[in-house]
């Protein structure tokens, strides 16, 4: 019997390690089971053109469909997995099917983390299936509440005043994006929405969400109140780790797994939004949230399955498009970095270096993604920093 190996989870994890297995040469059984109905695709169209009606999910797919079946990789859209044993090595789908495994890998990803309201015009947005609901509430009802004010609060505020509802972002931090901004490129951020309708209020800890006026009502911890049609909350996301508990594998805010994608369980692997693995320079575990985190932990995981070297750890690194400009940024920011400002934050082209002890270790940049992608360099060497940092293209 030809080796079997199964992933779980259709997201660019999973999708991204099934494609490098057979590209390394693996010749055995790939089943790749995905919850979600449609092909695998680009997770972060979500928030722009698919919310927006711009684009389509059979252009945002990762491969067309007849990719899968060229590549016999045996794709299965629409099946759940509902349990592990990993004495037996085997996996139940909710299909009523055990397939046994040679190796696993669990790509299970994350889910949206919700407040408990109970009113059917709160929302939330993590996949296509959570695209109609919103854009409907958002066209028809004209208005919309965004607690929180990260990249998916962010980009749906964006992409909402693009549909011409007005909007209303609630953000409980003194900044946006301020996990993966400095407090100059967030304050650029609020400006951006400000100047393009965006109502943007910041230091508000929403408390409750009710349904009052056929609409809904943001209650804050301080007694003000925001109403809307509609809200969504975007205040992160929670690793899906259900399987693997149930499985007996070491959970700890994700599925910890080691530098190799291994999980506490024999030939187990993991990777993507549903993992945490320790980061020495960081001394702490962390969990990968970017989607190029994901793809290249897919293509790590599926190396480590094949006993293959794999490459070290990129330096994390993503993009946001909000009202016609895109930012990039990458590594690790913290509010006590000192900054080096390279060209016009104002003009909207810039490159700005965060330096911990006269080393890189953080940037985001805008129209200068050559620099960018020449600084994640220097923060991979972790070299100190020399003007310039980046050399003029």
């Given at each position: 019997m030809?080796?079997r190996i199964?992933?779980?989870?259709?997201?660019?994890?999973?999708?991204?390690?099934?494609?490098?297995?057979?590209?390394e040469?693996?010749?055995?059984?790939?089943?790749?089971?995905?919850?979600?109905?449609?092909?695998?695709?680009r997770?972060?169209a979500?928030s722009?053109?698919?919310?927006a009606g711009?684009?389509?999910?059979?252009?945002?797919?990762l491969?067309?469909?007849?990719?899968w079946?060229?590549s016999?990789?045996?794709?299965?859209?629409?099946?759940?997995?509902?349990?592990?044993?990993?004495d037996?090595?085997t996996?139940r789908?909710?299909?009523g099917?055990?397939?046994?495994?040679?190796s696993?890998?669990l790509?299970?990803?994350?889910?949206?983390?919700?407040?408990?309201t109970?009113?059917?015009?709160?929302?939330t947005?993590?996949?296509?299936g959570?695209?109609?609901a919103l854009?409907?509430?958002?066209?028809t009802?004209g208005?919309?509440?965004?607690?929180?004010?990260?990249?998916?609060?962010?980009?749906?505020?964006?992409?909402a005043?693009?549909?011409?509802?007005?909007?209303?972002?609630?953000n409980?931090?003194?900044?946006?994006?301020?996990?993966?901004?400095?407090?100059?490129?967030?304050?650029?951020?609020?400006?951006r929405?400000?100047e393009?309708?965006?109502?943007v209020?910041?230091?508000?800890?929403?408390?409750?969400?009710?349904?009052?006026?056929?609409?809904?009502?943001?209650?804050a911890?301080?007694?003000?109140?925001?109403?809307?049609?509609?809200?969504?909350?975007?205040?992160?996301?929670?690793?899906?780790?259900?399987?693997?508990?149930?499985?007996?594998?070491?959970?700890?805010?994700?599925?910890?797994?080691d530098h190799?994608?291994?999980?506490s369980?024999?030939?187990?692997?993991?990777a993507?939004?549903?993992?945490?693995?320790?980061h020495?320079?960081?001394g702490?575990?962390?969990?990968?949230?970017?989607?190029?985190?994901?793809?290249?932990?897919?293509?790590?995981?599926?190396m480590s399955?094949?006993?293959l070297?794999?490459?070290?750890?990129?330096?994390?690194?993503?993009?946001?498009?909000?009202?016609?400009?895109?930012?990039?940024?990458a590594?690790?920011?913290?509010?006590?970095?000192?900054?080096i400002?390279?060209?016009?934050?104002?003009?909207?082209?810039?490159?700005?270096t965060?330096?911990?002890?006269?080393?890189?270790?953080g940037?985001?940049?805008?129209a200068r993604p050559r620099?960018l992608?020449?600084?994640?360099?220097l923060?991979d060497?972790?070299r100190?920093?020399r003007?310039?940092?980046?050399?003029?293209p």
């Open positions: 030809s080796e199964v992933v779980v989870g259709a997201g660019v994890a999973g999708a991204t390690a099934a494609q490098t297995l057979r590209r040469g693996f010749a055995g059984e790939i089943v790749l089971v995905g919850a979600e109905p449609d092909l695998p695709y997770r972060p979500v722009k053109d698919l919310l711009t684009g389509t999910i059979e252009r945002a797919a491969k067309p469909a007849a990719f079946a060229e016999r990789i045996d794709l299965r859209p629409g099946v759940t997995a509902e349990a592990v044993d990993t037996r090595a996996v789908l909710a299909t099917e055990t397939l046994g495994y040679d696993l890998l790509a299970t990803g994350a889910r949206a983390r919700t407040l408990d109970g009113s059917k015009r709160v929302h947005l993590r996949g296509r959570d695209i109609e854009r409907a509430a958002v066209t009802g208005s919309l509440l965004i607690i929180g004010g990260g990249l998916i609060g962010c980009e749906v505020a964006a992409t005043r693009g549909l011409g509802a007005r909007v209303t972002l609630l409980a931090g003194s900044e946006l994006m301020d996990r993966v901004l400095p407090a100059p490129v967030s304050a650029l951020l609020r400006r929405h400000v393009h309708g965006v109502r209020e910041n230091d508000v800890v929403t408390t409750d969400l009710v349904d009052a006026d056929g609409g809904v009502t943001a209650v911890a301080d007694g003000r109140t925001w109403s809307a049609a509609a809200a969504l909350v975007a205040i992160g996301s929670v690793p899906d780790t259900a399987l693997a508990e149930a499985a007996g594998i070491t959970v700890n805010d994700g599925i910890v797994v190799h994608h291994r999980t369980a024999h030939n187990v692997f993991a993507g939004d549903a993992t945490t693995v320790y020495p320079l960081r702490a575990y962390e969990r990968p949230q970017h989607w190029n985190s994901a793809m290249s932990a897919g293509a790590a995981a599926a399955i094949l006993g070297p794999a490459a070290t750890a990129e330096v994390p690194w993503g993009w946001t498009d909000q009202h016609g400009r895109s930012l990039q940024f590594g690790w920011l913290h509010p006590h970095n000192e900054l400002v390279d060209g016009d934050l104002d003009g909207g082209e810039f490159l700005v965060a330096l911990h002890q006269s080393i890189p270790v940037a985001v940049a805008m620099d992608r020449a600084t994640r360099t923060i060497a972790g100190p920093y003007t310039p940092a980046v050399p003029a």
